[in-house]
């Protein structure tokens, strides 16, 4: 499938309405282009995720880890690893 995991794009599929009004894909391949259009990044970690979404110009210093692993654009993959996924 390449670059994103078989996780990853299940994961992304399944949940999509968390960040977008309607569904941005229907299959594991639409899925798998839409992510890499956006360019969607795979953390190892909620510091990582902290670390990314700061380096992009967003101000997440004053969020608790909860608070980041519930933002919608952060996908928790239920192995410890988080989808970064910017609209």
Do not use: R, W
Request: proline share 5%; hydrophobic share 40%.
């Amino acid at each position: 499938m390449g670059y994103y995991s078989k996780q990853c794009i299940d994961v992304f599929l399944e949940n999509q309405k968390q960040l977008f009004d309607k569904p941005v894909a229907s299959t594991p391949e639409e899925a798998q282009e839409f992510l890499e259009d956006c360019m969607a990044a795979v953390a190892g970690s909620l510091k990582e995720v902290q670390a990314y979404l700061e380096e992009g110009g967003m101000d997440v210093s004053g969020l608790s880890p909860e608070e980041l692993a519930e933002m919608a654009e952060v996908f928790p993959l239920g192995d410890g690893t988080y989808l970064i996924v910017e609209a």
